[in-house]
């Protein structure tokens, strides 16, 4: 008996054709006339094709290639590139969201699709949980500036290189669909993609289409103890202020699409236009219950107020009498949108080759909230509950309810209630807000390079020019609708008899409100008149950019490498549009203001990068680059933006400076023989005029409105620190078991294992200048961890793929807080400087090839339940822990 056993894939992933005699079931022998191993290893294939793309670039670059049938191995952007060296993640709602590039702060990573950068829809923090993979055959993380690379990209910049048709031989059918379920609150997760791309017309048209959907349904445990209140007595013992449980009902959903057309009149000349369009929501329900500690006594009843709540109590566990119990409905409604939309040619000249585009993007990020309501306990402490806390766990902060009893002069405390529904809280408002930021830009680019000959070497000259014209602008609608105690509706009149979705260990019972009844309740007041219209001018902003650029360039081939050199000039226009509220002053009344301002600055940036050859195998790479970070557009604003829901206040600074940096990266790169990749490298960046957020309290009246107390938001704005640097080392190696095997004569199997080890160390200091009697002091760049890792162990043979990934970097700083002096110490005013504890997270992917259609898969996310943890000033002073749950997704990959 003869036949052929096929493991469908790329050939040359195994390139094994072998005779063979196989056992058949039943004890049978049959003679193999021909056994062609082909299956597929899509982890070998995408690294292959990087490792290509790398080693032939003039730069230092890390790059992730889709496998042999366009596939990349993670959901989306910010997932797939977080697995690279010198990359972590910050997440959100446990989903990987903002890349931070070798300790760098997010905004100096920028992004781009297919070499055109464009600005995402929150502005300058590039966000790529909103870009699916689907879209990308190629990610390319470019580490180190060249001329042609916007001077903005501090950190490095992040190029999505798209699907083209002309990648395939002939007519294509991909995509994939996985369902699977969210362990907290037992959600669902649904994953789909289709790619479909042809090429028509003699060869001469290619034609590729995209499209991708993904949602989750999802909860998550909250809970938030701060801000921490002012000590005076004894300065070192910091007692919060106040403690929340937040309750999260949300679903996120991802919805893609993306064309382009490529059209080659010869082999010299072709064109191509493009649209890629991503829409990202979040449809967030969010019921908040918040323990004022601050607004209670004493069993002795000495004062409603702080001191009597410090004098009585240790700040990590104690009693407060008749604390005052606030509640929040907040539904956001979040929407964000992109599209990009690009006409181009390449096209080779006798003498030189050009290449330009023309872009249009424009982005919405869009904050609606259709409901935001507020509920406050009545002023009678027998109405209010009795509250013992117990932060002592520091992960597992809680309380427990009482009732309270006794007289204002000795107060006591009743039995533990459970239900707090039992104590009174009416509402005190009930709000919504449609609006958010939209940005437009167009963009104009070419290209030129020619080659020809410097001192007798060969030498590839570069020249291009870019405009762009940005604007971005805020504009918002709210209303309100203010209750009294004759009329304000309680809790109950919201709420919906449905189980709690969470794991904590709350110590008391909650109903959830109803999305539908309170919506619509909220629209009914609208519609009727019945809720005010506000005056929101003064969250109106714009502000504009302007870039001119041009750039020259030289790479230069010797026997041992080559050199790259080179300047990029940039000229910049900002103007900014505000209406600014102006409190009155003595006989001129209160008055809001349109302010307009306006600055210019020229910027040049050399750079000069070595790629020197040391052996067949192995590259050493230095580079020299210079380049700037400007703040963002909402930092560049005139005015202040007032979030009543999240009970922030965020100031512009439009005359903050670029913070610029000079960078020296030193690495060595082996490209190792049949397989495998080691590298190593030095990272320094001198940085002068650094952008710190700075947040606390904002602690003044002049912004409060009857019954709301804006004194106690958090008020962030964005500063020039003083000067710093940041220093690191970067290591990665990637390799199989395959020569391991081969070489001691082990089992065939055992040559599927392999693994991907990268750590990032990183050091950075940042000078901030002396605020009044404070003196200056030093703090780390902000999104800086000592040390990130990643670790991959793979399996890969015979057609299945297994992959567990671990990823973990330490502390690293959010925000700049107040501080101040007391008894000749410095002590924080409230939270202080607020970190992100140490994050970590466990991944599996399992994939196995059925035929060379289809793909059975398996993924499981966050598999040991990692939370996130912020603290300020120090770790024993938690502010904030979350946890989101495992997630395990199941389903197919097809490809025709």
Do not use: C
Not at 557 to 582: C, H, K, P
Request: proline residues 4%; aromatic residues 12%; hydrophobic residues 35%.
């Amino acid at each position: 008996m003869k036949f052929r056993v096929l493991l469908m894939g790329a050939v040359s992933a195994f390139g094994l054709t072998s005779m063979a005699n196989a056992q058949i079931g039943g004890g049978g022998t049959a003679e193999v006339s021909e056994l062609l191993v082909t299956a597929r290893r899509p982890l070998a294939e995408s690294e292959a094709t990087a490792l290509q793309v790398q080693r032939a670039s003039d730069s230092l670059v890390s790059v992730i290639s889709a496998d042999a049938v366009g596939d990349l191995p993670d959901q989306n952007i910010a997932f797939a590139v977080g697995r690279l060296p010198g990359v972590a993640v910050q997440r959100d709602q446990g989903q990987a969201r903002y890349v931070n590039l070798r300790g760098a702060p997010v905004y100096w990573t920028t992004l781009s699709f297919d070499g055109l950068s464009v600005v995402s829809p929150q502005g300058r923090d590039s966000r790529f949980d909103n870009i699916p993979s689907a879209i990308a055959s190629q990610i390319t993380v470019q580490k180190a500036v060249v001329p042609s690379m916007p001077g903005d990209t501090v950190a490095g910049n992040i190029d999505i290189r798209t699907r083209r048709a002309f990648d395939y031989q002939g007519q294509k059918l991909t995509g994939k669909l996985g369902v699977g379920k969210v362990e907290l609150g037992g959600g669902t997760e649904l994953d789909t993609s289709l790619v479909y791309s042809n090429i028509l017309m003699d060869g001469k048209l290619g034609i590729v289409a995209q499209g991708s959907f993904y949602s989750r349904d999802m909860v998550t445990n909250n809970w938030e103890t701060d801000p921490y209140i002012t000590n005076t007595t004894d300065p070192t013992k910091h007692f919060a202020r106040e403690h929340e449980n937040k309750h999260y009902r949300l679903n996120r959903s991802n919805i893609s699409g993306s064309t382009r057309i490529d059209y080659k009149f010869d082999d010299d000349n072709m064109i191509f236009a493009s649209t890629i369009n991503t829409f990202y929501h979040d449809d967030e329900l969010r019921d908040n219950f918040i323990f004022r500690l601050d607004q209670g006594t004493d069993a002795a009843g000495n004062g409603y107020n702080t001191a009597a709540y410090i004098n009585a109590n240790d700040p990590t566990f104690g009693t407060v009498y008749g604390a005052r119990t606030n509640a929040r409905v907040d539904y956001r409604d979040t929407e964000e949108f992109m599209t990009t939309n690009t006409v181009g040619g390449e096209h080779s000249l006798p003498a030189w080759n050009v290449s330009w585009r023309l872009n249009y993007t424009f982005t919405d990020d869009g904050r609606n909230t259709p409901v935001t309501a507020a509920f406050q306990s009545p002023s009678s402490f027998l109405l209010r509950p009795t509250v013992e806390y117990d932060f002592r766990n520091g992960d597992a902060n809680t309380v427990k309810l009482f009732s309270t009893g006794g007289t204002t002069a000795a107060r006591t405390k009743g039995a533990q209630i459970t239900n707090i529904e039992a104590f009174q809280f009416p509402a005190t408002s009930i709000g919504n807000l449609k609006g958010g930021d939209i940005t437009s830009a167009w963009t104009g680019k070419f290209d030129l390079d020619h080659e020809t000959q410097f001192f007798g070497l060969p030498t590839k000259l570069e020249f291009g020019g870019l405009y762009t014209d940005r604007t971005k602008k805020s504009r918002e609608t709210s209303y309100t609708r203010a209750f009294t105690a004759s009329n304000a509706p309680p809790w109950a009149f919201f709420a919906i008899d449905d189980a709690y979705m969470g794991t904590q260990d709350l110590n008391y019972s909650f109903r959830y409100t109803n999305a539908g009844a309170t919506t619509a309740y909220m629209d009914n007041l609208v519609a009727t008149g019945v809720a005010v219209r506000n005056d929101t001018r003064g969250n109106f902003w714009k502000v504009s950019e302007k870039i001119i650029a041009a750039y020259g360039m030289g790479t230069t081939t010797f026997d041992w490498g080559s050199l790259v050199y080179g300047a990029r000039v940039e000229m910049i226009e900002n103007t900014g549009q505000a209406y600014v509220n102006f409190p009155a002053v003595g006989a001129t009344p209160a008055e809001i203001r349109l302010v307009n301002t306006s600055s210019d600055e020229t910027l040049v940036y050399p750079s000069v990068h070595l790629n020197w050859n040391v052996h067949e195998n192995v590259k050493l790479r230095v580079g020299l680059t210079t380049s700037a970070s400007r703040a963002d557009f909402d930092d560049l604003r005139p005015n202040f933006t007032i979030n009543d829901t999240a009970q922030t206040i965020s100031g512009g600074n439009p005359d903050a400076k670029p913070e610029k940096q000079i960078g020296l990266d030193t690495y060595v790169e082996w490209y190792m023989t049949p397989e495998g990749f080691f590298s190593a490298g030095l990272f320094y960046k001198d940085i002068s005029d650094v952008l710190v957020q700075t947040s606390n309290v904002y602690g003044r009246d002049n912004l409060n409105l009857p019954n709301l107390d804006r004194s106690i938001y958090t008020y962030s704005r964005i500063d020039n620190g003083g000067d710093g640097h940041l220093q690191g080392l970067e290591v990665f190696f990637s390799g199989t078991a395959r020569k391991l095997v081969s070489d001691l004569n082990l089992p065939e199997w055992m040559e599927g294992f392999g693994t991907r080890l990268s750590g990032t160390w990183t050091s950075s200091e940042v000078s901030l200048p002396a605020t009044g009697i404070l003196p200056a002091r030093k703090i780390s760049v902000l999104g800086t961890s000592d040390a990130v890792y990643n670790v991959q162990a793979i399996y890969e043979k015979y057609g299945l793929t297994v992959r567990l990934a671990y990823q973990y970097r330490t502390p690293w700083g959010e925000s700049v807080g107040n501080y101040q002096t007391i008894n000749g110490g410095v002590y924080p005013a409230d939270n202080g400087d607020v970190f992100w504890d140490a994050d970590e997270e466990l991944d599996l992917s399992v994939r196995y090839q059925v035929n060379q259609n289809f793909e059975v898969y398996l993924d499981g996310v966050n598999l040991t339940d990692q939370g996130a943890r912020r603290y300020g000033d120090q770790k024993r002073y938690p502010i904030e822990y979350e946890t989101f749950g495992r997630r395990y997704v199941a389903g197919v990959r097809f490809n025709f």
